[in-house]
């Protein structure tokens, strides 16, 4: 890795403000330029238009998808960009360099009936199942994304006026409703199994485990989830982000606005909300096909 990259990235993280997941992806993207250029036997600065283009090319034959590739190109050109305004080039080599069409496939989520037979799955008799359930539940009920909702703490759930305040993507906060059933579990989570996970010590994560009290983990909650999706016939199809998708699905198919939805979520843009509408055109047509006699 060059100083330049370890710059770059640590302008990311101080000067943007951007998430650690984010520097972190762009990171292992950078690491790649960073190891084609030293193939080259050229410093990373150096590199042209004609060998990021390889590069792309490269990243492609080993089979990552045009969704991964574009993330990369658009590190590149972020890249190359900061090395312009540091005086490290005079014109950026990725300023057009054109990442591969995304596949037209939509967001996987699940049906009402499949969310309630998950979410009767954990054993809400033991601490850690009732934990589990309170976790599903604030996850269906916000559609919040797993970062977000492993590091709540609990000043940030307000059980009395049904909502919580989440940090996401730039440490952008934003105010998202809970629902009376997810509340419920919230409260029979903190004042039943809580105390027996953390068994005296003290944490000031809102969802802990149960060995020395503290956070869940990204991976942890993740695995957690697969198990209780293997339980009732969901493994294929389940993880956190299809809970989320989920939400925004349903939350939709009942009249909800797109752009209550977006700030819900947490979209910058709403054209990344209205993927969501794709999706209810989509059922539509599976419905028509179906069922009209010319179809």
């Not at 970062?147 to 996401?168: C, F, H, Q, R």
Request: with cysteine; hydrophobic share 40%; net charge positive.
């Amino acid at each position: 890795m060059s100083v330049l990259v370890d710059t770059y990235l640590t302008h990311l993280a101080v000067e943007r403000r951007l998430s650690p997941n984010t520097v972190e992806s762009y990171g292992r993207d950078l690491i790649h330029l960073a190891q084609f250029a030293a193939g080259h036997e050229r410093p990373v600065e150096d590199l042209d238009r004609r060998g990021l283009e390889a590069l792309v090319r490269q990243l492609m034959g080993e089979g990552r998808s045009p969704a991964s590739v574009a993330r990369a190109v658009a590190c590149f050109r972020g890249f190359y960009r900061f090395l312009v305004v540091a005086g490290h080039r005079t014109a950026n080599p990725a300023d057009d360099l054109q990442a591969p069409r995304a596949w037209k496939t939509l967001p996987k989520f699940l049906s009402i009936e499949d969310v309630d037979r998950l979410l009767a799955t954990p054993d809400t008799s033991t601490p850690r199942g009732l934990r589990d359930r309170a976790l599903i539940e604030v996850l269906y009920a916000t559609g919040l994304r797993v970062s977000e909702l492993i590091n709540l703490k609990a000043p940030d759930v307000n059980l009395e006026s049904g909502y919580l305040t989440t940090t996401g993507k730039g440490r952008k906060q934003r105010l998202v409703p809970l629902g009376d059933e997810a509340a419920s579990w919230v409260v029979r989570y903190l004042k039943e199994s809580r105390p027996a996970l953390l068994k005296q010590r003290s944490a000031t994560r809102l969802f802990v485990n149960a060995r020395g009290g503290t956070g869940l983990t990204r991976v942890g909650f993740w695995k957690i989830l697969k198990a209780y999706g293997r339980q009732c016939g969901l493994a294929a199809s389940l993880s956190p982000h299809v809970l989320r998708h989920s939400f925004a699905t349903h939350l939709l198919d009942r009249g909800a606005d797109l752009r209550a939805i977006q700030m819900m979520l947490g979209h910058s843009d709403l054209s990344t909300t209205q993927i969501y509408t794709h999706i209810l055109e989509a059922r539509l047509r599976t419905v028509y096909d179906k069922f009209h006699p010319r179809s």
